[in-house]
């Protein structure tokens, strides 16, 4: 459940903030804009290795509370393992779109 919170985070700080602002920075290029851009993206990659590690976090709980690693813990463990891989996904996702707008907007003033 925690992970719905966490993703909520990742896609408020990669989509919200660094998308919205390679938006703004590819419509109207300003050095003020490039200069938040930076860490807005460091925010967002924070965001996303948080994310993962509360979600591998979350996994390993889980077949502990099953009574260890065994057979009937390898599915689990795996289906929490992969989707602590998607906050890190969605979030480089938003990164690599929103370092291409800037290139349009540095395309721009050039």
């Not at 966490?6 to 920075?25: H, K, N």
């Not at 509370?65 to 929490?80: D, H, I, N, S």
């Amino acid at each position: 459940m925690i992970g719905i919170y966490l993703m909520g985070f990742v896609i408020l700080t990669s989509g919200v903030g660094v998308l919205g602002t390679a938006i703004a920075y590819a419509i109207r290029p300003t050095e003020m804009k490039l200069m938040l851009m930076r860490p807005l993206s460091l925010a967002a990659i924070f965001a996303a290795i948080c994310s993962s590690s509360v979600g591998l976090a979350s996994a390993l709980r889980g077949v502990a509370e099953m009574g260890g690693f065994g057979p009937r813990g390898v599915g689990p463990l795996m289906a929490g393992l992969s989707e602590c891989l998607i906050p890190p996904f969605v979030a480089f996702a938003f990164l690599a779109v929103a370092w291409l707008l800037v290139a349009v907007g540095m395309r721009r003033t050039a």
